[in-house]
């Protein structure tokens, strides 16, 4: 599976839009990029996923460059209850099991 | 539809004892995943099973550790001889059973046990 690199923590205040990055260099051709949210003392929580160019669902936005050696998750107008970590995945969606390894995420921290 | 069920949610071992810890995947979900959690760490793959079937255990210690999803009821994992090093939070993840026969790909989590270990 690709690594990715994710900022370890972000703040923000409430009603900002929040952009967090991450870096998956060796993404494969047939790999995703998914999201998943989680609060302190629960399960991760699927968000979004991707494969190029740009995904938005009800919740966030999932930006990808071309070269798909990055991908940006947007969350527009964050709130005091989007407080929790960012995880970045990326792996195979072909149909198999995806073997998800997760990373240390991006604990975003909202401020009032 | 009622999401993944774990039980217990919290567990408490002396060292030595034995853990069990209990996941209902979603309705209509065959597929089955172990993930183990140290505190301020990421969620680390440990199993992933079909009814019956163990597809991959390469995420598992190789002694202690079991997991198992039989025909009816939840699916198990079972650490014997509990070590303070154990003491995580371990979550279940379940997808559904997808065309091909493989599982599609979003997984859906569980609250997790947090087990410790005394």
């Known amino acids: 599976l690709a690594k990715t690199t994710q900022p370890i923590s972000m703040d923000s205040y409430e009603g900002q839009e929040v952009n967090i990055t991450c870096s998956h260099n060796n993404i494969a051709t047939n790999d995703y990029i998914t999201w998943y949210q989680q609060f302190p003392s629960q399960g991760p929580r699927f968000i979004i996923q991707?494969?190029?160019t740009k995904v938005t669902n009800e919740v966030a936005s999932l930006f990808i460059p071309a070269d798909r050696k990055s991908s940006t998750l947007s969350l527009p107008r964050v709130s005091l209850s989007d407080t929790a970590v960012y995880y970045c995945?990326?792996?195979?969606?072909?149909?198999?099991?995806?073997?998800?390894?997760f990373g240390t995420g991006t604990k975003l921290q909202v401020i009032p | 539809n009622a999401g993944v069920m774990q039980n217990p949610r919290h567990l408490v071992r002396r060292r030595g004892q034995e853990a069990r810890l209990r996941c209902s995947p979603m309705?209509?979900?065959?597929?089955v995943y172990w993930y183990r959690q140290l505190p301020e760490e990421g969620l680390k793959f440990m199993v992933y099973?079909?009814?019956?079937?163990?597809?991959?255990e390469s995420g598992m210690p190789k002694e202690r550790f079991s997991a198992e999803f039989p025909k009816e009821g939840p699916s198990i994992l079972r650490i014997q001889q509990v070590v303070r090093g154990d003491s995580a939070a371990y979550f279940c993840?379940?997808?559904?059973?997808?065309?091909?026969?493989?599982?599609?790909?979003?997984?859906?989590f569980g609250p997790g046990t947090r087990l410790l270990v005394l």
């Open positions: 993840a379940s997808s559904p059973f997808g065309t091909s026969g493989r599982a599609r790909e979003t997984q859906y």
């Open positions: 995945l990326v792996g195979p969606n072909s149909g198999g099991y995806q073997k998800v390894t």
């Open positions: 099973l079909q009814k019956e079937n163990i597809i991959d």
């Open positions: 991707g494969y190029k």
């Open positions: 309705k209509g979900h065959s597929h």
